[in-house]
């Protein structure tokens, strides 16, 4: 509806650029903005204010002049000028009206659109390291990255889902031989666990399937294995010493023995063993959550193509990196972030910011006209420098937007929920999904803004209420297939095909509440997709939700007048459309009965 009227606007323009009482070079698109006082109408725009000065005349008179050239339409009751050149209009009875037929007739596609078309954009989210399974934390970003990369895809955008993978650096080595130590313990060997290792049981898990499956193949005394290596900082229980040992360091040293003692061979099976059981199950835990991706992207790719070194040269060639103690620095400062940054350290290692810098410079050559990254708030200090980066090289920053997702901090019986993917201490998006459900577990993720602190509930998500949001809009979808069962079981016929037949016996202020919500669906779904908010969609499903409800208990739909049951029958499917369509964007399932 509010596109049918901004094209009356567009035509109206046009008339007047061809009859010569408009000069315009191109035309504009026209702004229209429902109103929020009813005596001004249903719909304004602002398009003569906008063209006045260009056209060399008065708002207002701007503004009869295309109430004069406005095309009749069925939609319009009346347009008028209002205050110093602003378009009022109110729109016909039957405008709100026909939009339940509209609705039927399009069915899954209604609220979806076009606009986009032609464009590829490219969300990248999660991407957590595979050191570990997903916690909740990592739960929200998923399911905003999804119903983010799903919206852009409903307005007609091209979009390609992407999960970077991060299977190189420190990070993997440190899982690789947390692995090899829990397997060193069960093949009979006595050691300390590092304080910096992984602790989790799934690094026992996967240290069990290299024991169950080669024995002690690859067993290695512990005293070969500690020889030398710098002291660790001293655990719980144990006497604190003066020097106090240095973490780090200790665990760089257990990298490096194990490196050494296993040779390239056997480190790499067992560093891609963990990685492999990591990534098999993170891929398993977020396609049962409703995530799929067209590409998972191999940070080790990128060295392995040559994309790294191609990024340096192409920063060293533009003079914007330099050596300094024995290592490569890129001027980043150039560029206003704070300090410049590493790229190849001084024992001639690229960094992680250097592979970042050739991913973002892949993405671009890949032909994105948007590059979308999701990543969490801890990460809000590395956006200046991957932008400093992508600017040096000499490509559009403005291609790429970086949203960056609050962790969810979730509560049990009002108790935080501790979080600590190295003490293996965190609740997992496993349990949390088989605790709560997908759907609610998806709903709640994005019913704030991404960059909100997130109180994740449990208790509330598990209940049974109307204080539970995502159980309140699928019982509105739920009481609605009840009304058609019970017409069936009293043998009334239903007729679920579009027209406007008896629609105009909706005359009930409940009833046009629900008319008036369910136009305003494509252009929340619009809304949510180009300013990346799905809380916009949750707060209007919430919003239906409540008119239904609303509705449903103050009138009864099965009466003996066929004519008005036969319209306020439709007028339900109609909500019944929308609420599936919606709910399917946020990834949650619509049920027939609760």
């Not at 719980?236 to 010493?241: A, D, I």
């Not at 991706?293 to 790294?308: D, K, P």
Request: with cysteine; aromatic share 8%.
């Amino acid at each position: 509806m509010k596109q049918d009227i901004k094209d009356l606007i567009s035509a109206a323009l046009s008339a007047l650029v061809s009859n010569g009482q408009l000069a315009l070079a191109e035309l504009p698109e026209p702004q229209l903005e429902r109103t929020k006082d009813a005596s001004h109408g249903d719909f304004a725009t602002n398009i003569a204010m906008m063209l006045a000065k260009q056209a060399r005349t008065k708002p207002r008179d701007l503004a009869q002049r295309i109430l004069d050239a406005l095309p009749a339409s069925p939609l319009i009751a009346k347009a008028e000028i209002a205050g110093p050149g602003f378009i009022n209009f109110f729109l016909a009875e039957d405008a709100y009206r026909a939009v339940v037929p509209r609705i039927m007739d399009a069915g899954h596609g209604y609220g979806r659109s076009t606009m986009g078309a032609g464009k590829r954009v490219q969300v990248e989210f999660v991407s957590a390291n595979p050191t570990g399974p997903l916690h909740v934390g990592h739960g929200r970003g998923a399911a905003y990255g999804a119903v983010v990369a799903d919206l852009l895809a409903a307005v007609g955008f091209d979009v390609h889902r992407e999960y970077y993978v991060n299977d190189a650096g420190r990070q993997m080595d440190i899982l690789g031989t947390s692995v090899w130590l829990r397997y060193l313990e069960l093949c009979g060997e006595a050691l300390r666990f590092p304080s910096n290792g992984y602790k989790g049981d799934y690094v026992w898990d996967i240290a069990a399937t290299l024991h169950r499956e080669h024995g002690d193949a690859y067993r290695v005394a512990a005293e070969q294995v500690f020889a030398g290596i710098p002291p660790d900082i001293p655990q719980e229980g144990e006497p604190q010493e003066e020097n106090g040992g240095d973490k780090e360091a200790h665990i760089d040293g257990l990298i490096a023995a194990a490196k050494r003692l296993l040779g390239d061979n056997r480190y790499r099976y067992v560093f891609e063993l963990g990685l492999n059981t990591i990534l098999d199950d993170i891929r398993a835990d977020l396609s049962e959550f409703g995530v799929d991706y067209q590409e998972w992207y191999s940070e080790r790719s990128l060295t392995e193509s040559g994309a790294v070194n191609k990024a340096i040269e192409r920063l060293r060639e533009s003079g914007h990196v330099y050596e300094r103690n024995g290592a490569l620095w890129f001027r980043s400062t150039d560029f206003g972030d704070e300090k410049d940054r590493v790229v190849v350290r001084d024992n001639g290692q690229t960094t992680y910011f250097a592979s970042d810098i050739a991913y973002h410079m892949d993405k671009l050559e890949r032909g994105f006209d948007r590059v979308i990254d999701i990543w969490g708030a801890d990460h809000h200090g590395y956006i200046p420098r991957v932008k400093a980066a992508l600017k040096a090289l000499g490509d559009e920053t403005d291609r790429l937007d970086v949203l960056l997702v609050q962790f969810a901090i979730l509560y049990r019986g009002g108790e935080k929920a501790q979080m600590s993917t190295r003490s293996g201490e965190f609740v997992t998006l496993r349990q949390l999904r088989q605790e709560v459900g997908r759907d609610a577990a998806r709903f709640f993720y994005v019913m704030r803004r991404c960059e909100q602190h997130l109180d994740f509930d449990l208790d509330l998500a598990k209940s049974q209420s109307s204080d539970n949001p995502v159980y309140y809009v699928q019982y509105a979808h739920a009481r609605v297939c009840s009304v058609l069962r019970q017409a069936a079981d009293r043998g009334m016929v239903v007729d679920p095909s579009p027209g406007t037949t008896h629609l105009d016996r909706l005359t009930e202020e409940h009833e046009q509440a629900l008319l008036r919500t369910l136009t305003r669906y494509p252009e929340s779904v619009e809304s949510a997709a180009l300013k990346e908010e799905p809380h916009q969609l949750t707060h209007y499903l919430r919003e239906l939700a409540n008119e239904l409800h609303t509705y449903y208990n103050a009138h009864q739909f099965l009466v003996e007048d066929s004519d008005l049951r036969d319209a306020r029958i439709k007028l339900i499917l109609a909500v019944r459309q929308v609420l599936r369509n919606g709910l399917g964007l946020l990834g949650v399932s619509a049920p027939e009965s609760m």
